[in-house]
């Protein structure tokens, strides 16, 4: 079947063996109804020809940055433009550092720069390359810049080392490029999500707060993002990078969190709450430092009930939202959620267990239950990104249903 027809795919090769499986890989995306545009390193030279990858993409090979002839017919520019997707395999420890330094120093790398087309990278390299910290921070620079990481398989390499590090095979990465063109779950729709924790001020330089990390959030933004949505995350106060992609509005105080909710929610499908926003506040904030006295060894702060921002989404009479909630909870999980469902007018919520140590607050990991009215799901522990991935894609099928 034609399933990448019209598909424009640039592949990069760099200068490890994988780069051998790159004439199968081209012959299975042309088959499949794709274009392959070739662009090879000088190391990937040594390793494949570049007029075998010619004669497999019908396309001729582009590899020098400084060749005017080359530059006449398709520029490095025009290249970076044309890509529907660069795929980089295989992508040596090399190219992802310098892809992950910003460098341009090559064909390849400079078309990375100048393209804001979807880069994915499919590592390929000695496990002992594979494993150094050196490398496994590049990656994780590139995912964080939101490119795509497919790959590497485990196994026997080339080198005769036995690990992570062999290049996905030719028919998996068709697979990937295949998953990566089909309609996403949430193409067409828009999400806003509230994470992270509020500041309560009890004067201009002290405020009541949680151990909220964000972290879910943010992995929640991004899932929906890369699931095809359209993300506004409104953050409370935490040190987390943006996901690509998502639209940020910072906040602080529960307050301001409920007002910017409100502005945004009718302008959106689906709300989720996942800040872990404070009850109440102190009633009055102190126009300057409340100083230490010398009368009393207590101090009394009068605190006020905030706003229940998700209760105030879900009870909206125009344009709700779908809306999903969070329960932290330390017993009668599935008690406590489902009274929370029924109070708010949660149309589902994600509850978990916070007294189990290693997931819920601060953790990168996490296991939840979604509740709706007449269903649950267990979601068992794993990354929250992993998690937040199979929220979203369960909110998609209920929107659908
Ligand atoms: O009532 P509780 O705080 O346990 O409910 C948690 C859910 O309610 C979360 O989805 C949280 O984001 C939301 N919430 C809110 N506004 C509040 C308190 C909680 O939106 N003031």
Known sequence: MQTLAG???????????AAYKCAELTRRLIERGAEVQVVMTTAAKEFIT?????????????????DPAAEASMGHIELAKWADLVLLAPATADLIARMSAGMGNDLLTTLVLATDSPVAVSPAMNQQMYRNIATQENIATLERRGMHIWGPAAGEQACGDVGPGRMLEPMQLVERCELFFADKPLKGKSVVITAGPTREAIDPVRYISNHSSGKMGFALAQAAAMQGAQVTLIAGPVALATPVGVERIDVDSAQSM???ALAQATKHDIFIGCAAVADYRPQAVAEHKIKKTDESDQMTITMVKNP??????????????????FAAET??????????????NLDMICANDVSVEGQ????????ITLYWKDGKQSLTLASKQHIATQIVM????KLEA
Do not use: W
């Not at 369960?394 to 099928?397: P, R």
């Open 394 to 397: 369960t909110i998609a099928e």
């Open 331 to 344: 017993q009668d999980v599935e008690h406590y959620a489902r009274t929370k469902l029924s109070k708010k």
């Open 7 to 17: 598909k424009k795919i640039l592949l990069g090769i760099s200068g490890g063996i």
């Open 50 to 66: 570049p007029l075998t990858m010619q004669a497999v993409s019908g396309r001729p090979v582009s590899d020098s940055l400084l």
């Open 258 to 260: 409920h007002d910017a």
């Open 360 to 367: 819920g607050f601060n953790s990168n990991n996490n296991a």
């Open 308 to 325: 229940d921002i998700i209760a105030s989404v879900a009870a909206l009479n125009e344009h709700r939202p779908f809306t999903v909630g």
